[in-house]
C-alpha cells in the first residue's frame, strides 16, 4: 500500500480556473505539509497542518488553501490559477518531527 | 528561523570517484537534520537522518553524514559513487521551534558518468 499518494499525478489547465490536489497518508502521523518543488528543483514549505494548528507560509498567496477533512487527508485547493503556479505539489506527512514520507507528487502545468 | 544552505549546485563526477556534498544550517536551538534523494521523475525519499548521538550517521545506499554543531554543518559523504547515484540531493532541518515542518536546502544535482 502507498504510504502518502497523491491525485491526480498530472494536472492541465487553463488560467483562472480553480483546481484542487488530493492527498491522503495511511500512516497515522499527525502532520501533514504540502510543498512547492519549482522548475530549479527548489522545495519550498506551503503550509503545515495538524489536528491542532495550521501553520502557513506567509509568502503563499491566499489563492492556496489548504483543506483536511480528517488527519489522514490533507487536499489543496487553488482558485484563479495563474502560469506562475506551474511545478510540482509534494503532499507529506510525518509524526512528531520524525522524517517525512512523501507521495509522487502532482505536476500541474497551467496554460 | 532556520534555514539551509548547500553550497554545491551542480556536481559531476566519475563512476568510483568520492563524493561530499555540503550543508550548513542556521539554527539556534536543537535541530533534526535529513539528507533527501530524488531520482529523476521521482518523489522525495530519505537518504539519513540525525537526531543524536553518534554524529556520523550512516544511511542506506552506502552514504553517510557527519554533524559537526561547531560548524552547523551536516555534510554527505559516500566513498565510491556509482551511475545509478545520479539525482538530485537535498538537506533537510526541522529545528524544534518550527512546527514540526522540513526545511529544504537549494538542492544538489548530481550526475556520475559512467
Known amino acids: 500500500d502507498t504510504a502518502v499518494s497523491q491525485t491526480p499525478k498530472y494536472l492541465v489547465t487553463q488560467m483562472g480556473n480553480d483546481k484542487s490536489i488530493k492527498c491522503e497518508q495511511n500512516?497515522?502521523?499527525?502532520?501533514m505539509y504540502w510543498y512547492k518543488q519549482d522548475s530549479k528543483k527548489f522545495l519550498k514549505i506551503m503550509f503545515s497542518?495538524?489536528?491542532?494548528?495550521?501553520?502557513i507560509n506567509e509568502t503563499v498567496p491566499n489563492r492556496f488553501s489548504p483543506k483536511s477533512p480528517d488527519k489522514a487527508h490533507l487536499n489543496l485547493h487553488i482558485n484563479s490559477l495563474e502560469l506562475g503556479d506551474s511545478a510540482v505539489y509534494f503532499c507529506?506527512?510525518?509524526?512528531?518531527?520524525?522524517?517525512?514520507?512523501f507521495g509522487q507528487g502532482t505536476r500541474l502545468t497551467v496554460v | 528561523a532556520q534555514s539551509v544552505s548547500q553550497h554545491n549546485h551542480h556536481v559531476i563526477l566519475s563512476e568510483a570517484a568520492s563524493l561530499e556534498l555540503g550543508c550548513n544550517y542556521s539554527?539556534?536551538?536543537?535541530?533534526?537534520l535529513f539528507w533527501y534523494v530524488q531520482y529523476p521523475g521521482q518523489h522525495l525519499q530519505l537518504l539519513l537522518k540525525?537526531?543524536?548521538?553518534?554524529?556520523l550517521v550512516k544511511g542506506i545506499k552506502g552514504f553517510e553524514a557527519e554533524f559537526i554543531k561547531s560548524k552547523f554543518s551536516f555534510n554527505l559523504r559516500k566513498p565510491s559513487v556509482q551511475w545509478s547515484d545520479t539525482a538530485e540531493y537535498f538537506c533537510?532541518?526541522?529545528?524544534?521551534?518550527?512546527?514540526?515542518?522540513?526545511?529544504f536546502g537549494g538542492g544538489t544535482r548530481l550526475m556520475v558518468k559512467p
Open positions: 507529506a506527512s510525518s509524526w512528531e518531527g520524525n522524517e517525512a514520507f
Open positions: 500512516l497515522g502521523h499527525d502532520t
Open positions: 497542518y495538524n489536528n491542532k494548528e495550521l501553520i
Open positions: 539554527y539556534g536551538g536543537t535541530v533534526n
Open positions: 540525525y537526531f543524536s548521538g553518534d554524529p
Open positions: 533537510a532541518v526541522n529545528g524544534d521551534n518550527a512546527g514540526n515542518m522540513l526545511t
